[in-house]
T-cell receptor, first 112, second 115 residues
Framework: GQNIDQPTEMTATEGAIVQINCTYQ??????LFWYQQHAGEAPTFLSY????GLEEKGRFSSFLSRSKGYSYLLLKELQMKDSASYLC?????????????FGRGTSLIVHP | DGGITQSPKYLFRKEGQNVTLSCEQN?????MYWYRQDPGQGLRLIYY???????QKGDIAEGYSVSREKKESFPLTVTSAQKNPTAFYLC??????????????FGQGTRLTVV
């Protein structure tokens, strides 16, 4: 089966840096996605990692270690609008299909 | 503009009634998915379809049914057998050509309330 684990909630201060961790167990691994979701809205794509290492995109970076089944999302220069839920999703291949399995999401609260 | 459309955004139904949620995409994606999200929870997979006229059960398929008669459309029916249908339902599609092209593109969701 597939198992994704991430913290339920985190808080941080505007302007600071926060790291959201995700561990996963999956067979047929085909990459790790991070999505941002504001309350009542659809998730939006943030990053994708399939090889080990760090991917940087502006204020957001994502890291993957396949041997450890571990990823993190790093948010720099936090802004109030970054308050949202961050979903980790491990994609696995099964019978010719690619299926993303999502974690419970980490609710990030950014305060002044 | 290309995208994925869910309708309606809010839906109210009486207990015991079946209800169908619409999902349409014009992205020419092969794969489509239905997820359910409860408060404070992640997304749980209900059904997915990789190709027209074929679909597979996800982790929580009981009480739900789907069809995939056209590439663009993947409607979800919530039947009276679903014990706790009140939730936020998200439809997604994906190119399914591997790697980064397995990214899921989401509709805006339908919030179903059963009273």
């Amino acid at each position: 089966g597939q198992n994704i684990d991430q913290p339920t909630e985190m808080t941080a201060t505007e302007g600071a840096i926060v790291q959201i961790n995700c561990t996963y167990q999956t067979s047929g691994f085909n990459g790790l996605f991070w999505y941002q979701q504001h309350a009542g809205e659809a998730p939006t794509f943030l990053s994708y990692n399939v090889l080990d290492g760090l991917e940087e995109k502006g204020r957001f970076s994502s890291f993957l270690s396949r041997s450890k089944g571990y990823s993190y999302l790093l948010l720099k220069e936090l802004q109030m609008k970054d308050s949202a839920s961050y979903l980790c999703a491990a994609c696995h291949a099964s019978g010719g299909s690619y299926i993303p399995t999502f974690g419970r999401g980490t609710s990030l609260i950014v305060h002044p | 503009d290309g995208g994925i459309t869910q309708s309606p955004k809010y839906l109210f139904r009486k207990e015991g009634q079946n209800v169908t949620l619409s999902c349409e995409q014009n992205l020419n994606h092969d794969a489509m998915y239905w997820y359910r999200q409860d408060p404070g929870q992640g997304l749980r997979l209900i059904y997915y379809s990789q190709i027209v006229n074929d679909f597979q059960k996800g982790d929580i398929a009981e009480g739900y049914s789907v069809s995939r008669e056209k590439k663009e459309s993947f409607p979800l029916t919530v039947t009276s057998a679903q014990k706790n249908p009140t939730a936020f339902y998200l439809c997604a599609s994906s190119p399914q050509t591997g790697g980064k092209n397995t990214e899921a593109f989401f509709g805006q969701g339908t919030r179903l309330t059963v009273v």
